[in-house]
């Protein structure tokens, strides 16, 4: 005996449709405001802010590209000199960025009496 449609199928259908329906709406409204977001030129854009400050990471690597050594060549150096070397390098990175943020956060005198 087959079961088929009945006719309280009917309003999950339509619920379904409808929802459906609005989900393509949405997207579609969300695709349209992208396109807008993404115009370019115009008389309002603002720059992207210049950064002051480099990160740890960025100046060991410049400190490790003027003694003339990667990754790889700390790697293929014996245990003492690898240590030796990351010493260095460690110290020679924390002067640089210590001296960096005193550069950028300014200096404050604190002048009570």
């Keep these: 005996m087959s ?3 009945t006719h309280s199928d009917t309003p ?3 619920t379904a449709f409808a929802v459906a329906q609005q989900a393509r709406a949405n997207a579609q409204a969300a ?3 992208a396109d807008r977001m993404r115009t370019t030129g115009g008389p309002g854009t603002v720059q992207p802010a210049v950064k002051v400050v480099e990160s740890p ?3 060991r690597d410049k400190v490790m590209a003027e ?3 990667d990754r790889l060549d700390l790697m293929r150096l ?3 000199a690898r240590l030796e070397a990351e010493i260095s390098i460690q110290a020679e990175t924390a002067e640089r960025a210590r ?3 005193i550069r950028t956060a300014g200096v404050f005198i604190d002048l009570k009496v």
Excluded: E
Aim: proline share 0%.
């Design 12 to 14: 999950a259908r339509q």
């Design 57 to 59: 990471a960025q100046i």
């Design 31 to 33: 695709r349209a405001a």
């Design 3 to 5: 079961m088929g449609l």
């Design 99 to 101: 001296r960096a943020n």
């Design 78 to 80: 014996s245990a003492q």
């Design 67 to 69: 003694r003339g050594v």
